[in-house]
Each structure stands twice: as structure tokens, then as C-alpha cells.
């Protein structure tokens, strides 16, 4: 079994700045990516960035381009996403994913951004 814990998040206003981060831990076997995607109640889950394990290759959802920044810390399981110049529109649970031959995902962290 594969564990995610999750950090970060809060409150922030519109222009803010907030980072989360996910550890993983367990029975991780070709580890490929991870990732964070977000939901707002009554919607869908939606992508918002991932960060190939082995080379550390970015990609983001157009939404989040140019603000947000994912990373990576191999040695330690974990993922942090920079998260600058917040909008209202940013606001939901963010949820980080880990894929290997599985795709597992954690328990989600709310960021709500207001004035």
C-alpha cells in the first residue's frame, strides 16, 4: 500500500502566495510521476500540474502556467507546489497523486483564496 501525506494550503488573499507538499511512503514500485489536481464542490476533479519522477519534466494546466511551480525532492518522496499570485478561481482541495504501476492519491488540502 502506497501512502500520501499531504501539507500545506490555507488561506491566502488574491495575489498571495501559499506551497503545499506530499510525501509518499510504502510499497512504491516504478515510481513514473507525481502530480497535484484540484476539485471544488459540484465539479470534477481537475489537473493543475505534474512532475516526471526521473528527469523532473513540468507540466501544467494552462489555468496555473506561469504561477504555479512544481517540484521535486527524489531522496524524500515529496512533491511541493509553489503556488503565486492566487486568484478566487484557485480556490478548492488540492489533491496530490503519485502514479507508478498504480495511481494512488491523497487525502486532499484546501486552499481557499479571498479577500
Known amino acids: 500500500q502506497v501512502q500520501l501525506v499531504e501539507s500545506g494550503g490555507g488561506l491566502a488573499q488574491p495575489g498571495g502566495s501559499l506551497n503545499l507538499s506530499c510525501t509518499a511512503s510504502g510499497d512504491i514500485n516504478n515510481l513514473y510521476s507525481m502530480g497535484w489536481y484540484r476539485q471544488v464542490p459540484g465539479k470534477g476533479r481537475e489537473f493543475v500540474a505534474t512532475?516526471?519522477?526521473?528527469?523532473?519534466?513540468?507540466d501544467y494546466a494552462d489555468s496555473v502556467r506561469g504561477r504555479f511551480t512544481i517540484s521535486r525532492d527524489a531522496a524524500k518522496l515529496t512533491v511541493f507546489l509553489q503556488m503565486k499570485e492566487l486568484v478566487p478561481d484557485d480556490s478548492a482541495i488540492y489533491y496530490c497523486f503519485l502514479h507508478d504501476n498504480f495511481q494512488y492519491w491523497g487525502q486532499g488540502t484546501q486552499v481557499a483564496v479571498s479577500p
Open positions: 512532475i516526471t519522477w526521473g528527469r523532473g519534466n513540468g
